[in-house]
Every structure is written in C-alpha cells, then in structure tokens.
C-alpha cells in the first residue's frame, strides 16, 4: 500500500501537480531507503524527453496537408446535407457553365486588347532626352539611378517587365543599378548589349564618337557586343575596367582604370586672368567626371574634343583648319563658360577660334 | 506539444501569416491531435483527416486562433468533439470502446524510439507500449502533451482521480521492470 501512495505522488510530481505538502512526503519516501532514488531519476529524464516525431511521415503528411489548404474546399460541407446535394445538383452544373462563359468574355478581351492595344498604348514606354548642354538626373521606377549626360537618350518601360528590366540608351549615361535577384537589368546601345548584376557604371555611346565606352565603377556587368560580322562577343567587366571598342574597326580594349588628380594644366597659364576654383583635392575618374560637371579629358585629340564641347554646351565647330583636329590634348574644365574655354585652348594650344551665334569656326 | 511555444506560433501566423510557423505548428501538433483522434475512432485514416482539417482552420481563421488561451486543449476538444460527430452520425463504423482494443501501433504511430541509446529508456519505451490501452493514452497525453490532470480528465470524460490512478500504474509497472533490470545487471 504504501508503495503505491509512492507511484500516486511520483505521477503527481511529474505532471507538475503535487502539492506542497505531498512533496514532503515524497521526500520521506526517497529518505526511508525503501526507494531507489536512482530510478526515479531515470524515470524523471525519460519524462522530460520530448517524444521523436518521424520528420520522413511529418513532412510527407504536411505536403497533402498543403494541398488540401490550398484546395479550400467548401463544398464539402454542401454536400453534406442531402437534400441541398440533390436539390442544387443540376444547378451547380449550370453555374460552372456560366463561370466558363465568363471566364472565355475576359479571356477574349484580353487577348483583344493585346493585339491592338498595346502597340498604340502611348505610355508604355517612355523616352527622356537631354539637350545639348543640359544633363539629367532621376530614377526609375525600380529605383535604379540614372544621370544622362547631355545630348543623350534613353528609352524605358514606364513598367518593368517581371523577368528583367530592359532600357535603350544612346549617348552617356551613369547608372546606380539597383539590384533585384532574378530580374536582370540589361541596357542596350548601338554597339552594347550590357547585362547589369546590380552595380554602378558609366556607358558612353554617342553615334558620332569613334568610341564607344563602358566603364565599370563597381559590381559586375556583362557586355555583349555584337560586331559587324554579327559575332557576338562576350566580356565581364570587373571593378575599375574600362571596356573601349572602336565604332569602326570593332577594335576592343579593356583597361583598368585609375583614380587621377584631375590637373588643370592650363592652369598655371591662366592663372592671372581666371582663377580656377581648385580641384586638385578631388580625385576621381576621367570616366565619371561629367557626373561633378567637370569636364575632362586625357590625351584626346581636339576632333574629341570638339564632340564633347559641342553636347556640353550646345554649340556647332566648324573646321577650317583640319589640322587643328589632330592637335592631341590632356585637360579639365569645371564649371566653366564655353568662353572661357575657348580662351584657355586659345592660350596653351595655339588654337584661334570665332564664334558667330552658336557656331564656333576653328581657324 | 508546449502550450507557450503554441501560442507563439499562433501570434506568428495571425499577425505574419508565417508559413514558417504554421509548418511548425503541424510538426508539433498533428501526430499527438491524429493519435488522440485515433483513440476514439480507431481508425488511421479518419483521424488523420481529423487532425489536418483541425489545423486547417487555424489557417482559415488566424485571428480568432491567436486570441484562444489553451490552444493545445482547445485543439484536443475539437478534435474529441469532431470524433464524437462521426461516431454518433456513422454507426456502420462500430466503434469499440477504449479498453478493449489491443492496437501495438497506436501509440507508437508517427514516433520513433530515440536515437540516444539508453539502456533503461528502451526497457521504459517497451513497458509503455504494453499498457492497457486507457493507461498508455493518458501516460502518453500526461508526458508527451503536457497536460494538466483537469484537462485530460473534461477530455476523456473521466475522473481526475482514474487519471492519478492509471498514472500510477503506468509508474509502478515502469519502476517494476526497471527494477528488474537492475536485478539483471548486478547478476552478470
């Protein structure tokens, strides 16, 4: 008997029932020797143990669980009354017809409106222009940022498509690609076709230039270029390259890029009449410099120079003297007038200018 | 089944709909809902669907599950309630009372012998499965569901005291055979 007053108070123990009291008298019990205290610790432990669900039946039971879930059945509970099973079993086909019919009207509509809509849907992509000697900034609606140098154009779905986000682009243009898994960014050009993994970089590619460049800042792009031979020819452009191709000769080189102290050299020259707010302290990359409206160039030759003067301050050159277009130049410009400008070329290259309403004539 | 860890994953899925934490729920709760189920209808398949259906609702009406304050009691009644249903409407099923089926799986179903290996937890392990049904049940809804005496008595529909009683049993049997055992080891 007493024995079994044990076993009550152990079970009661165990679920965490006993009473102070009881508790007492279940220490008696451990003391008086008649108990082996070693079991009860065993059968404590075990009683602690969580039980082992075989996870294998779990997680297949759960996959029809789902399935049922997603069903959401409700008709079951329909069907359960006799009479509504039997009163409603006609009409239940005839519903079904009329969900199909419905289903047919929109589906048909919206395959009409596929064919004929969306061609004369004006909105569907929208084209951002900048002048020659404006620039651009501001965002998609993915939020990739965008700077759109002047003379440049870019083409983008007002909407993105789901898979990837696809822009046209002809001109120079800076883009903070904002990174999405499995919705790659891709930027076309005439000569381009750039993959974007979600990076920072700088496309240029004016019709006119004989360059064509692309300048990786940082995170990955994949370019594809497509030559005249419709070879297409793939590069993975790492941090800090510069992949240029020759518009003409389809001609590629890759660089690495370097941070440079963007030296005015005309400066010591020009000193006197046009004190040139210091830039000496910024360092950055010639590629990339438009962005801080520096103008920038690095052993270009004056015809390159030319282009650029010509988108970034709107004005036409006219070359009278052709051998003025050889003359190889390094330089900075920031914030500067385009008179100011021609004056420094003027001074440190010898090159005479004249300017008729917005046409400069190189002499 | 841990009523607290219940109830944090209930606010999981009201609040987050949390597949994560529904998947939990069901690892947790559905082979215990299923055996309970089990032991009134003995039948696997109906107590399956039981016990899913039960879940189910908690995905139905998330709101309403994360206000409920014993959740693991709760989720037992409507199982017992949902069993008592089919019994009452499908007398073809004939249902035999607790006690005189002598199912080996039943509480075993869906769980396997821990890994550690523990000598006297297997000699424990085999004693519980050869309890009387009514015993086993409430030893396995004591230990493994975490139930209070009151609840599993108003579940079962029995006295608080059978439950001390069968309890006991259960314990008593278990020393026994751990005691012979011992007696074993000692002779070698």
Same mark, same amino acid.
């Given at each position: 008997m007493e024995k079994n007053r044990y076993y009550h108070l152990l079970g009661r123990h165990l679920n965490t029932e006993i009473l102070d009291s009881e508790k007492e008298e279940l220490q008696a019990f451990k003391r008086s020797q008649r108990i082996d205290p070693e079991l009860e610790n065993i059968i404590s432990e075990y009683w602690q143990q969580q039980p082992n669900f075989d996870q294998d039946f779990l997680n297949a039971t759960y996959h029809i669980h789902l399935a049922k879930r997603s069903q959401n059945k409700p008709q079951q509970k329909i069907f359960d009354l006799k009479l509504i099973k039997t009163f409603f079993k006609k009409s239940i086909k005839w519903t079904s017809f009329a969900a199909v019919a419905i289903l047919l009207f929109f589906l048909g509509r919206s395959w009409f409106s596929k064919t004929s809509y969306l061609n004369s849907k004006p909105n569907s992509s929208q084209i951002k222009k900048t002048n020659l000697g404006t620039k651009s900034h501001f965002f998609l609606n993915d939020g990739t940022e965008v700077w759109l140098n002047s003379g440049s154009t870019l083409n983008y779905p007002r909407q993105f498509n789901k898979n990837k986000r696809e822009v046209q682009l002809v001109g120079e243009a800076y883009f903070k690609v904002s990174h999405k898994n499995n919705q790659p960014f891709y930027i076309n050009t005439p000569n381009f076709k750039i993959k974007v993994l979600g990076t920072e970089f700088n496309v240029k590619n004016y019709e006119k230039d004989a360059w064509a460049e692309t300048t990786l800042i940082s995170g990955k792009i994949e370019l594809n270029i497509i030559d005249k031979k419709d070879i297409e020819r793939q590069f993975i452009l790492k941090p800090k390259e510069k992949c240029i191709l020759n518009t003409q000769s389809h001609a590629i080189m890759v660089n690495k890029i370097e941070k440079k102290v =963007?030296? #005015?050299?005309?400066e010591t020259i020009l000193e006197n009449m046009n004190p040139i707010? !210091?830039? =000496?302290?910024d360092t950055t990359f010639v590629e990339t410099a438009w962005l801080n409206n520096i103008l920038s160039f690095d052993n270009q030759s004056f015809f390159d120079v030319s282009e650029h003067l010509k988108r970034w301050y709107n004005y036409d050159f006219i070359f009278e003297? !052709?051998?003025?277009? #050889?003359?190889m130049m390094s330089g900075t410009f920031k914030n500067q007038s385009i008179d100011q400008v021609l004056k420094i070329l003027e001074y440190s290259f010898g090159i005479k200018f004249e300017v008729k309403d917005k046409i400069i004539i190189v002499k | 089944m841990d009523n607290k860890k219940i109830k944090d994953l209930l606010y999981q899925i009201a609040i987050y709909e949390d597949e994560y934490a529904y998947k939990q729920l069901f690892m947790n709760c559905f082979i215990s809902l299923q055996n309970f189920g089990f032991s009134f209808l003995k039948n696997r398949s109906l107590a399956e669907e039981i016990a899913s259906d039960v879940l189910l609702d908690v995905w139905k009406k998330k709101q309403y599950y994360n206000d409920i304050e014993n959740p693991k009691s709760y989720f037992l009644t409507v199982v017992k309630n949902a069993c008592l249903k089919v019994i009452s409407k499908d007398k073809k099923l004939r249902l035999l009372p607790l006690h005189d089926v002598k199912t080996e799986f039943f509480a075993d179903y869906g769980t396997k012998p821990n890994e550690e290996e523990n000598n006297y937890f297997e000699v424990i392990d085999s004693t519980v499965s050869q309890l009387p049904e009514k015993c086993k049940l409430i030893f396995k809804m004591a230990k493994e569901d975490k139930l209070k005496y009151k609840e599993i008595a108003s579940l079962l529909n029995i006295s608080v005291k059978t439950i001390d009683a069968q309890l006991a049993i259960a314990i008593k049997r278990i020393t026994e055979a751990l005691i012979k055992v011992k007696k074993n080891e000692k002779i070698q």
């Open positions: =963007l030296q #005015d050299k005309t707010e !210091s830039i =000496l302290n003297n !052709s051998k003025a277009k #050889d003359v | -």
